[in-house]
C-alpha cells in the first residue's frame, strides 16, 4: 500500500482546479463590479448649472465651528456671492488672488461666502489662505443639486430675494475674468501660475 505517490498526484490537481475556480471567480467579481461602477449615476453628469433668475432656497450647511446653520439672502439688503472650493482644487488655488481681490474690494457691497464641496483638509486650508469670508461644508445633495454645483471653482451672486443673479462656472481666466470684472467694477489681478 504505498498510498504517498498517489495522493501527491492528487494535491496538486486539487489545488489546481481551487486555484483555478478563485480566479474565475474573481474576475467575475471584478466585471460585475466594473459594471455597476459605469451604470452608476455620477453627480458631476447630473448638475445642471442654474440660470439666472431662477429662485433658490437658502442653504443648509456646516460651518467651520461644526454647528450646522442656514444661510438665508434676505437677513442682509447686500447680495450673497457664494464661492465654491474644494481644498484639492488646482484652479481653485490659482484663482485665489482673485477671490481675494474681489473680496477685498467689494466687501462692503457684497456678503462672500465660501461653500466647499470636500470637508478633507478644509479647515488646513481655510488657515493656510487666511480667508476672509466664512467657509462652510456639508452640503446637502438636494442643495448641490438645485444650485448646480459641480465643479470648482464656481461663483454664484444671489439677490436678497433669493434669485440667481450671475453664474459662473471655473477659474476667473479669459472671458470669465472679463465678466466678473465687468460685473463687480473691479480689475483682477489674474491666475497664479501653474508652476507658481
Known amino acids: 500500500m504505498d498510498s504517498g505517490p498517489q495522493n501527491s498526484a492528487v494535491r496538486p490537481k486539487r489545488t ?3 486555484l483555478l475556480l478563485l480566479l474565475v471567480a474573481s ?3 471584478n466585471v460585475y463590479l466594473g459594471w455597476r461602477v459605469r451604470q452608476a449615476p455620477s ?13 433658490v432656497n437658502p442653504v443648509d450647511a456646516t460651518g467651520m465651528d461644526g454647528r450646522q446653520q442656514t444661510i438665508s439672502y434676505n437677513d442682509t ?9 474644494s481644498p484639492s482644487c488646482i484652479w481653485c488655488e490659482r484663482n485665489r488672488k482673485n477671490i481675494d481681490e474681489l473680496t ?14 470636500s470637508e478633507e ?15 462652510y461644508t456639508g452640503l446637502k445633495p438636494d442643495t448641490i443639486q438645485s444650485l448646480g454645483l ?12 433669493g434669485s440667481v443673479l450671475k453664474n459662473w462656472a471655473g477659474a476667473y481666466r479669459e472671458q470669465t475674468q472679463r465678466e466678473v ?14 508652476d507658481h
Open 27 to 29: 474576475l467575475s467579481l
Open 77 to 85: 439688503d447686500k447680495p450673497t456671492v457664494f464661492y465654491v472650493l
Open 121 to 135: 483638509q478644509l479647515k488646513e486650508y481655510v488657515e493656510q489662505h487666511r480667508l476672509n469670508f466664512p467657509v
Open 150 to 161: 459641480g465643479g470648482t471653482p464656481q461663483t454664484i451672486v444671489i439677490s436678497p430675494a
Open 181 to 194: 470684472e465687468d460685473y463687480f467694477q473691479v480689475r483682477l489681478p489674474g491666475l497664479i501660475s501653474a
Open 43 to 55: 453627480p458631476r453628469r447630473s448638475v445642471v448649472k442654474v440660470s439666472v433668475g431662477v429662485k
Open 16 to 18: 489546481d482546479g481551487l
Open 104 to 117: 477685498r474690494a467689494k466687501g462692503n457691497d457684497f456678503r462672500f461666502v465660501g461653500l466647499s464641496l
